[in-house]
C-alpha cells in the first residue's frame, strides 16, 4: 500500500494567517491526489482534486500544488470556519489511502 | 443535488454480518463509482471499496475476504456487508460517490452523512 504521511499531524494558528499542510507519498503518484476538510461530527467535504483543481463553490484561498510525492494544501487567509482536520487521499493505485489527518486549530 | 444516505443496524454482535445500505437520490445512480468509507472513534479514514454500475468491483485486501458491496439499480440504492465482525470494525460509516473526469476516477466528491456502526455483545 501507499503510505500517505501529512504533516504537521496539528497546528495552531490565529484568523488571517496563512496555513500550509504537507502529504508525501511513499511512492510517486503523479497527481492523484486530493484534499478532504472534515468537522467534528460531519462527512469529509473535497476541496482539491487532481492536486491542484479547486472543487466548485469552495472559498479561492483554499489551493493545492505538487506532483510526485510531496503536495501542500495552502490556506491562504484562514478564516473561522477553516478550523477543522484535513485529510490527503491518494488514488492513484489501489488500495486507495488517506493521511492521518492535520488539525488546524484556533491559537 | 444529488444526496446520499446511510441506513443499518446501529449495533452487530461480534462474528455477525454488518450490513448497511446506500441511499442514493435527486440523481442517477449510472455512470459513477460508489464507495464506503469508514471512520474508527478519534482515528482516520480508511477506503473499503467500491462499485461501478456495470457492477464491477475493487475492494481494500485488507477488507476483501469479508467485503461485499452491491448494487440495486431499480431502487437507486447500494450496500455493504461486511462479515465475521470484530470490535475493530466499530467505526462511522460513510458512502460516497466518485466520478470519472476526462477519464480518470476521481474519488469521493458527494459523501452520505455517515452512519455509526458498534461492534458490541
Known amino acids: 500500500d501507499i503510505q500517505m504521511t501529512q504533516s504537521p499531524s496539528s497546528l495552531s494558528a490565529s484568523v488571517g494567517d496563512r496555513v500550509s499542510i504537507t502529504c508525501r507519498a511513499s511512492q510517486a503518484i503523479g497527481n492523484d491526489l486530493g484534499w478532504y476538510q472534515q468537522k467534528p461530527g460531519k462527512a469529509p467535504k473535497r476541496l482539491i482534486y487532481?492536486?491542484?483543481s479547486l472543487q466548485s463553490g469552495v472559498p479561492s484561498r483554499f489551493s493545492g500544488s505538487g506532483s510526485g510525492t510531496e503536495f501542500t494544501l495552502t490556506i491562504s487567509r484562514l478564516q473561522p470556519e477553516d478550523f477543522a482536520t484535513y485529510y490527503c487521499?491518494?488514488?492513484?493505485?489501489?488500495?486507495?489511502?488517506f493521511g492521518q489527518g492535520s488539525k488546524v486549530e484556533i491559537k | 443535488q444529488v444526496q446520499l444516505q446511510e441506513s443499518g443496524p446501529g449495533l452487530v454482535k461480534p462474528s455477525e454480518t454488518l450490513s448497511l445500505i446506500c441511499t442514493v437520490s435527486?440523481?442517477?445512480?449510472?455512470?459513477?463509482?460508489w464507495t464506503w468509507i469508514r471512520q474508527p472513534p478519534g482515528k482516520g479514514l480508511e477506503w473499503i471499496g467500491y462499485i461501478y454500475y456495470s457492477g464491477s468491483t475493487n475492494y481494500s485486501p485488507s477488507l476483501k475476504s469479508r467485503v461485499t458491496i452491491l448494487l440495486d439499480k431499480s431502487k437507486n440504492q447500494f450496500s455493504l456487508k461486511l462479515s465475521s465482525v470484530t470490535a475493530a470494525d466499530s467505526a462511522v460509516y460513510y458512502c460516497?460517490?466518485?466520478?470519472?473526469?476526462?477519464?480518470?476516477?476521481?474519488?469521493?466528491?458527494?459523501w452520505g452523512q455517515g452512519t455509526t456502526v458498534t461492534v458490541s455483545s
Open positions: 487532481a492536486a491542484s
Open positions: 460516497a460517490r466518485a466520478t470519472l473526469w476526462f477519464g480518470e476516477l476521481l474519488p469521493m466528491d458527494v
Open positions: 487521499l491518494q488514488h492513484n493505485t489501489y488500495p486507495w489511502t
Open positions: 435527486g440523481g442517477s445512480i449510472s455512470d459513477y463509482y
